[in-house]
C-alpha cells in the first residue's frame, strides 16, 4: 500500500528519476503468499495487505530486503509483510497516509542505497517499516504535491544499531496545452545514522502524440554528501564515488498496448 498511496502524492511516479533512485523498494514492491483488499466509500479509498511470507520464491524481488525465505511452519512472523492505507480525493485536493511493516527471515538485509553496507534483519523480531504521509492539491490544469516517507529498521541483535531515514519531497505539473504536460519534483534524503544525504531535483516533459503514444525529455541531477553514495537513476548504471553528484537525462516515445 505504500506504492498505492504515492499513485496520488508523487508527481514522476515510478520514473527512472524519482524516489525510486533513493529508495529502490517503493516503485518495486512485491509480496508473494498475500492478501489484499481495497474499497472506496465517498471519496475514502481503505486498503491492505498481507503476506505470510514475502519473496518465497528466493529471488530477491524486494530490492531493499534481500531474499527472504518465505512462509516458515511453526513462524508466523518470518518474513511476514502488512501494511494499510487511507486515500482521500475529491476535484481540488486529497491526501494519503499508509503503513508498511516487513519482519526479518533468513538472507534478509535492508539497503538504503547511500554506499553503506546493508543492514541484517535476519530474524522475526527485526523489521523494517515505512510510513508515508502525503498531500495535494488541483486547479486550472496544475498539479502540487508534497509528502514524507520515513523509515524504520529495527535489526535482529541489540549489538546493532538501528537505522532510520526520512524523505521529503515537493513536485508541481502543468498541463500547458491538453497534449503537452510539463512536470518536475525534488527530493531530499537524510540518513543521520549513516551521515549519508543527497537532494534529487528532476524535470519533464511529455507531448501526447495520441491517447497511446506520447514522446518525452526529461533529465536530473543528484548530489550526495560527503559520506553518500546515491544513484540518479533508479533504473542501474555507474554508482558515484562519495560525496560525488551525478547528472541524468533521457529522451522516449511511450506506447500503451
Given amino acids: 500500500m505504500t506504492y498505492v498511496a504515492l499513485l496520488s502524492t508523487d508527481v514522476?511516479?515510478?520514473?527512472?528519476?524519482?524516489?525510486?533512485s533513493l529508495d529502490a523498494y517503493v516503485p518495486n514492491a512485491r509480496a508473494d503468499n498475500s492478501v489484499a483488499y481495497t474499497g472506496t466509500f465517498n471519496g475514502f479509498t481503505l486498503?491492505?495487505?498481507y503476506s505470510f511470507g514475502r519473496d518465497s520464491a528466493g529471488t530477491g524481488n524486494s530490492p531493499g530486503q534481500?531474499?527472504?525465505v518465505g512462509s516458515v511452519p511453526g513462524h508466523a512472523t518470518e518474513c511476514r509483510d502488512w501494511s494499510v492505507m487511507l486515500r482521500y480525493e475529491a476535484s481540488f485536493f486529497g491526501f494519503a497516509a499508509s503503513y508498511e511493516e516487513e519482519r526479518g527471515g533468513a538472507n534478509a538485509a535492508a539497503?538504503?542505497?547511500?554506499g553503506v553496507a546493508p543492514t541484517p534483519i535476519l530474524n522475526s523480531a527485526a523489521k523494517d517499516?515505512?510510513?508515508?504521509?502525503?498531500?495535494?492539491?488541483?486547479?486550472?490544469?496544475?498539479?502540487?504535491?508534497a509528502g514524507w516517507l520515513g523509515r524504520r529498521v529495527v535489526p535482529d541483535s541489540p549489538a546493532v544499531t538501528g537505522v532510520r531515514s526520512d524523505t521529503f519531497?515537493?513536485?508541481?505539473?502543468?498541463?500547458?496545452t491538453p497534449?503537452?504536460?510539463?512536470?518536475?519534483?525534488?527530493?531530499?534524503?537524510?540518513?543521520?545514522?549513516?551521515?549519508?544525504?543527497?537532494?534529487?531535483?528532476?524535470?519533464?516533459t511529455t507531448y501526447q502524440l495520441s491517447k497511446r503514444t506520447a514522446v518525452y525529455a526529461q533529465a536530473a541531477y543528484l548530489a550526495n554528501s560527503a559520506k553518500a553514495r546515491y544513484s540518479v537513476s533508479a533504473g542501474g548504471g555507474t554508482t558515484p564515488g562519495a560525496g560525488v553528484g551525478q547528472i541524468g537525462s533521457m529522451l522516449g516515445v511511450k506506447h500503451l498496448f
Fill in 129 to 145: 517499516a515505512r510510513t508515508l504521509v502525503g498531500a495535494y492539491g488541483s486547479w486550472a490544469g496544475a498539479k502540487l504535491t
Fill in 169 to 176: 519531497f515537493v513536485g508541481a505539473s502543468y498541463y500547458v
Fill in 47 to 49: 486498503g491492505t495487505t
Fill in 111 to 114: 539497503n538504503f542505497f547511500d
Fill in 66 to 68: 534481500g531474499t527472504c
Fill in 12 to 20: 514522476l511516479g515510478p520514473n527512472i528519476y524519482g524516489l525510486g
Fill in 179 to 204: 497534449a503537452f504536460i510539463v512536470d518536475g519534483e525534488a527530493f531530499r534524503i537524510i540518513n543521520p545514522e549513516h551521515d549519508t544525504r543527497a537532494t534529487l531535483a528532476a524535470f519533464r
